[in-house]
């Protein structure tokens, strides 16, 4: 007797997918300016550049590409946690949605140019409708704050690659800028100030290390208060979204401010970040006595006895982005960079390899 299969009984419910786009075109929408040409469900996102590069004569497309790493473990954690207790589990998606924005935006945005437009990648076990509309809905609240518009995207269900409650989100941004207004870090000199600006956390690096240490060897409970963070949980302080720098870079250059160069803290960390925007023949020295890292890095080192270069190689430490420029800027970065603390951080020496911690030992 022959059996009857459809996509369904393969994995694949081509309904729910249905469901999911239905949800989300209300949050994307909202993000679409009339320079968006096309609607979810096109085959292609058309994007009218003529107001974009008006008054522009070299301009220079930038793009990347990048997801969260495995904060994504950590999200489902919190999220089934809230769940049992009868909460809000959809509000830790929502959150992972902002993350993806801010993260991808942030690594053109150093480089001068202005984020346009944003796609993603969502890749799942199984498609669940609310959990995709409150993913997409975060992503379009990030890119609402940042300008930019959210054209498409991608919602993949594969049982057979994910494992049941798991997902992967990636993100891809284009913006654009004037070639004369590239920042590049060619013209930092010798006694140049490295102004750190603050992070909101973790941000989206150091996952794997994190879970190992918070979950694996100290079998911490995502969602138990610790006296070690104020009486927060986990949940509370580690899935607080990457810093949504767009807007506060586009005001500083609005405004002025003479940036030489700058660095957005990821994966790496100061140690390997920093370096990427430097000169030949220049290095950094970081007082590391200049700021104080957010509990939850003490915490970490405490729990795996990790040195300090290893923990600034790591994780941002607290510092989101370093903006490098001639001495006296601080204020004017200050006011521009709200809501983010800026600080000296140290400064551009000449003859030094890389980066030298000041006032550590390993």
């Known amino acids: 007797m022959s059996v009857k299969v459809d996509y369904k009984s393969a ?43 008006r008054g522009m004569s070299d301009p220079v497309m930038v793009q990347s590409t990048d997801g969260v790493g495995t904060k994504t ?5 919190a999220a089934e946690a809230a769940a049992a207790a009868g909460g809000d589990a959809g509000k830790y998606y ?42 997409v809905k975060g992503m379009s609240e990030a890119c609402a ?61 150091g996952w794997s290390l994190a879970r190992k240490l918070l979950f694996a060897m100290n079998g911490s409970a995502i969602d138990a208060p610790m006296e070690e963070l104020g009486g927060k949980t986990l949940a509370d302080v580690l899935l607080v979204p990457h810093g949504n720098y767009v807007k506060p870079i586009e005001r500083a250059l609005d405004a002025g401010v003479a940036i030489k160069g700058m660095a957005h803290i990821t994966g790496g960390g100061l140690v390997e970040n920093v370096p990427r925007v430097l000169p030949k023949g ?20 405490r729990l795996g006895s990790i040195d300090a270069v290893e923990m600034n190689r790591a994780f941002n430490m607290g510092v989101g982005l370093v903006v490098i420029g001639a001495a006296g800027l601080k204020n004017e970065l200050a006011e521009t960079m709200k809501p983010f603390a800026v600080w000296e951080l140290g400064v551009v020496k000449a003859g030094v390899e890389g980066v030298v911690l000041d006032g550590v030992s390993a």
């Open 11 to 53: 994995g694949v419910d081509i309904e729910a997918g249905n469901e999911a786009v239905r949800r989300m075109k209300s949050h994307v929408v909202k993000t679409h300016s009339k320079a968006v040409l096309t609607g979810l469900g096109s085959f292609g996102t058309m994007y009218s550049l003529g107001d974009a590069l």
């Open 73 to 77: 473990k950590v999200t489902v954690m």
């Open 94 to 135: 929502e959150l992972l949605g902002h993350d993806l924005v801010a993260a991808v935006a942030g690594d053109i945005a150093v480089m001068g140019a202005r984020p346009l437009t944003f796609l993603d990648y969502l890749g799942v076990h199984k498609v669940e409708p609310e959990i995709i509309e409150r993913l």
């Open 145 to 205: 704050e940042a300008g930019i518009a959210l054209v498409g995207g991608e919602t993949a269900e594969m049982p057979a690659v994910y494992a049941e409650g798991e997902l992967d989100v990636v993100g891809f941004v284009t913006g654009v800028v004037e070639r004369a207004k590239v920042i590049t870090g060619a013209e930092i000199v010798e006694g140049d100030v490295l102004y750190g600006v603050g992070s909101t956390g973790l941000h989206t690096n």
């Open 282 to 301: 220049m290095g950094a020295v970081i007082d590391m006595k200049s700021w104080t890292p957010p509990p939850i890095f003490g915490l970490m080192q």
